[in-house]
């Protein structure tokens, strides 16, 4: 019987020092090992239990790509809403933008706008001025009645006023009165002659207006009217004279000196 105790004495004794060693000290060890006494890369996933690491074993960004494993991070580790396009490099991001889609077609034209407010009227221009030019001559006594008009040396056209105008386009008016100052023979007629003369004293000149009388009264005091309207054209500036004449049939100058003569001219000038 002793003999038999005396051969499981040993197994015993390493059983009860293992036990004293490792079996009732597990609270040592946990107090006893720290990172010092454990290499670099050398605990390995199934050296930690299930839900042995949680975030209060992780120190804020300290996990980088290299510490998880490949398909190490799934859906179910994300939390709804939490990555954004800053955690998403750009090589990827581009490949989830997918291919640029086809140009899209026109759109319908808009309806037109509405016409826009009227604007305000201008104010009015002012009114253009025309100023007529007037010539009014005293009555004169018509001399020599009879004869040449205007040939030098036998001039006898009585001449009774001088109007001065510029080069231009004008409307002009004469009006010529005439009045017996004595008992005439009848066969007189009054003439009315606004020329432009060509300086030489040898013709007619241009003529801006000519009217005649009737054969005039052969009493004293009987008067006598003629008038007429042109529009002129002066291509440079000139003097036109206005004069007055008398001539019968056989150019008889038995009149001469028997009629008063006097003229109204109105110039208005026109674009």
Not at 73 to 82: F, H, K, W
Not at 140 to 159: H, L
Not at 166 to 186: D, H, M, R
Not at 234 to 248: E, P, R
Request: glycine content about 14%; charged content about 15%.
């Amino acid at each position: 019987m002793f003999k038999k105790l005396m051969g499981q004495v040993p197994t015993i004794v390493i059983a009860a020092t293992t036990a004293a060693i490792f079996g009732g000290g597990g609270a040592y060890a946990a107090a006893q090992i720290t990172s010092a006494q454990i290499a670099d890369q050398t605990i390995q996933s199934r050296d930690i239990g299930a839900a042995g690491v949680a975030s209060s074993e992780i120190r804020d960004q300290s996990i980088t790509s290299g510490d998880i494993a490949a398909n190490g991070v799934g859906t179910s580790e994300i939390r709804n809403g939490t990555i954004t396009g800053a955690d998403i490099n750009d090589a990827t991001e581009k490949g989830l933008r997918g291919a640029k889609g086809d140009k899209g077609a026109p759109g319908a034209p808009g309806a037109d706008g509405a016409d826009g407010a009227d604007g305000a009227d201008g104010a009015d221009g002012a009114d253009g001025v025309v100023q007529p030019i007037y010539s009014t001559s005293a009555a004169m006594p018509v001399t020599a009645v009879g004869g040449s008009f205007g040939k030098a040396p036998d001039v006898r056209a009585t001449e009774l006023a001088t109007v001065n105008l510029a080069a231009g386009k004008y409307v002009l008016t004469a009006e010529g009165f005439f009045i017996n100052n004595a008992a005439t023979s009848g066969d007189t007629r009054m003439q009315l002659a606004v020329r432009v003369q060509d300086g030489s004293n040898s013709g007619w000149g241009q003529d801006l207006g000519t009217c005649f009388t009737g054969a005039i009264s052969t009493l004293a005091n009987r008067e006598s009217h003629c008038s007429s309207t042109r529009v002129v054209t002066l291509t440079q500036a000139a003097a036109v004279k206005v004069y007055a004449f008398g001539y019968a049939d056989d150019q008889g100058s038995a009149d001469s000196g028997k009629v008063n003569a006097s003229s109204y001219v109105t110039v208005l000038p026109v674009q």
